[in-house]
């Protein structure tokens, strides 16, 4: 298990408010926030081809319902698909099976889903960095990292704005 | 990262106090530091100063009340954040027996501009610890400081992100 130190005033904030205060006195947080700790750098590109799977899916759905959304939508499948590209060259440099194509998520507008999903694949994301073992993994996918990180901005920014019209 | 930007990027660092081994990573020089701790050492120490220039400037801009009203608490948030990155990189240095450095007396902000312009320079120090965060992310040796930079990279784009969107900037 990471160290109370790793998780203690970063993303995962939202639940270490308490915490990120006193990093050194963390260790006794609750089970839900603790960061999956990755076995392989196979499962975490496993794990991200899901997640990124269901962000899409959700997005599609949205963009087809919410008028304004596809810019959006268009601009994250780009940069989705660059990065499935990246993974693939990952895969094969560093001689890892290809991922079994994952399942797309339920029809859903709900943007609160979308927002956990992709919250889901930041965590996958920075999460997943310590067990790749391979800097050049790592500097590739820190840089889907801060792309992945700005799509869940615009998306937190664009539930604030429903927000403030409601 | 393209020429302007990574000189702006180290300018900035450089103005905040990162040692030049460093800096050459940020420039993107290959690999100047061996792996290991004396590395880890040498990336947490940068990220420290990055992370003292970046409370200074949230510290003048809420104090002269150079923030836009409606986004002072956008930077109260923004502010608290980098002091949790400051203190988690100088508790995970210290527990590794490392001397991380103090923020300085005095930082030499330029001229202060009220609104927009002090958005612009709240901006331009999330750019420059997110850019250094990026480049530097891969030398990391430690599991724990990885993960840890990898949350406050995300923090840190989150910033950057919001404070583009202010100033109308593309962000997707």
């Not at chain 2, 992310?137 to 430690?142: K, P, Q």
């Given at each position: 298990m990471p160290s109370a130190l790793a998780l203690a005033s970063t993303g995962r904030r939202r639940f270490l408010r308490g915490a990120a205060a006193a990093p050194l006195v963390c260790l006794g947080r609750p089970a839900a926030v603790r960061a999956t700790e990755y076995a392989s750098a196979s499962e975490v590109l496993d794990t991200i081809d899901r997640r990124e799977v269901e962000v899409a899916g959700r997005l599609a759905a949205i963009a087809r319902a919410i008028a304004g959304a596809q810019a959006f939508a268009d601009s994250v499948a780009s940069d989705q698909a660059g990065h499935r590209a990246d993974r693939e060259k990952l895969r094969h440099r560093l001689k890892l099976p290809t991922s079994s194509a994952p399942a797309p998520p339920p029809p859903d507008l709900s943007l609160a889903a979308l927002r956990e999903a992709q919250q889901e694949l930041v965590h996958a994301h920075a999460e997943g960095l310590p067990a790749l073992g391979d800097a050049g993994a790592v500097a590739v996918l820190a840089r889907h990292l801060v792309d992945a990180s700005r799509q869940l901005t615009v998306i937190d920014l664009w539930i604030e704005a429903e927000e403030l019209r409601a | 990262m393209r020429d302007g930007r990574r000189r702006f990027v180290v300018r900035i660092a450089r103005a905040a106090g990162v040692v030049p081994a460093v800096l050459s990573l940020i420039e993107g020089r290959g690999e100047a530091l061996p792996r290991g701790q004396e590395t880890d050492f040498a990336i947490l120490d940068a990220a420290l100063v990055i992370e003292h220039h970046a409370i200074a400037v949230y510290d003048t801009g809420l104090q002269r009340g150079l923030f836009p009203p409606g986004l002072r608490d956008r930077a109260v948030e923004f502010r608290g954040d980098h002091v949790g990155h400051r203190d988690t990189q100088i508790a995970i240095s210290r527990e590794r027996g490392g001397r991380p450095p103090e923020a300085r007396a005095h930082y030499d902000l330029g001229p202060l501009e009220p609104g927009d312009g002090f958005v612009r320079q709240a901006l331009q120090i999330e750019v420059a610890a997110q850019e250094a965060n990026t480049a530097l992310?891969?030398?990391?040796?430690?599991r724990d400081y990885l993960l840890s930079a990898a949350f406050i990279l995300v923090d840190e784009v989150r910033h950057m992100t919001v404070w583009r969107r202010v100033l109308g900037f593309r962000i997707y």
């Open positions: - | 992310i891969s030398h990391i040796d430690t």
